[in-house]
């Protein structure tokens, strides 16, 4: 497959139309920031071909993060009208849901603990009414189980949970 070639500044046609001309005088910038003198004694030619076979390699970017980088926000400013500034209210959008989000399941996981511990409670207290009940009414085993029970549960779930406090502070 041919490449359609196109003229560049000095109207040789020997430059490919996938490179830019931004983007071959880029190219050779970084050239000449590594080695000043790296075109001297070259032809035109060999100019032109070592700057195309950079330009590949140049033109390739790659950029992590939730943001890109200040020139890519640049260029979409270019083709999208307020290109940047949309991109911006989007990442901004999109941070605020996050933590609202976050927010959210933190409440519900406390309203959750929060019930969890009332229940308990509530059952303990039945549990050892019930044992007091059973205790007055002859049966003594019956109800001195009914309320131990409950209460070494109860004095067991504070400890553990007074020695998980712990480990997290260390």
Excluded: W
């Excluded at 390699?57 to 500034?85: F, M, Q």
């Excluded at 989000?101 to 409670?121: A, C, D, K, P, Y």
């Amino acid at each position: 497959m041919s490449e359609k070639l196109q003229p560049n500044e000095d109207g040789n046609k020997n430059v490919p139309s996938k490179f830019a001309s931004g983007e071959l005088s880029k190219a050779e910038k970084i050239l000449k920031k590594q080695d000043p003198s790296i075109f001297t004694d070259l032809s035109p030619n060999k100019k032109q071909a070592i700057i195309r076979a950079t330009a590949t390699i140049v033109s390739y970017k790659s950029h992590s993060g939730p943001l890109p980088d200040a020139e890519t926000l640049r260029e979409y400013s270019e083709i999208i009208p307020d290109g940047a500034e949309r991109i911006m209210r989007m990442a901004e959008k999109e941070q605020t849901f996050r933590h609202d989000h976050h927010r959210e399941i933190v409440r519900r996981g406390l309203n959750q603990s929060s019930t969890g511990q009332i229940l308990g409670f509530i059952l303990c207290v039945l549990l050892i009414t019930g044992g007091i009940y059973l205790a007055i009414n002859g049966n003594d085993l019956l109800g001195f189980a009914a309320i131990i029970v409950p209460a070494a549960t109860l004095a067991s779930a504070f400890i553990f949970q007074k020695k998980k406090d712990q480990k997290a502070e260390d």
